[in-house]
């Protein structure tokens, strides 16, 4: 797809690392599905992987970690 933020790049399936932080916790995940922008370098990640990352995070909440590293699977 076409980048949406410099409008000349062109998306790449690869992998990021998604932090997210709330309160007191810091979650890392590794390894997260992603289209790249090959030229700004741009992530997006699909609704789908998005869901599946708020989840996994919900759990780790309710877990009571502070900090902690993942890889994803979705």
């Given at each position: 797809?076409?980048?949406?933020?410099?409008?000349?790049?062109?998306?790449?399936a690869?992998y990021?690392?998604?932090?997210?932080?709330?309160?007191?916790?810091?979650?890392?995940?590794?390894?997260?599905?992603?289209?790249?922008?090959?030229?700004c370098?741009?992530?997006?990640?699909?609704?789908?992987v998005?869901?599946?990352?708020?989840?996994?995070?919900?759990?780790?909440?309710?877990?009571?970690?502070?900090?902690?590293?993942?890889?994803?699977?979705?």
């Amino acid at each position: 797809m076409k980048c949406a933020i410099c409008q000349s790049g062109v998306t790449e399936a690869g992998y990021v690392t998604i932090v997210l932080e709330k309160d007191n916790t810091t979650l890392v995940f590794k390894k997260v599905p992603a289209e790249i922008c090959e030229n700004c370098g741009e992530e997006y990640i699909s609704a789908e992987v998005n869901k599946a990352l708020l989840r996994r995070a919900r759990e780790e909440l309710e877990r009571g970690v502070v900090l902690e590293m993942l890889h994803f699977a979705a």
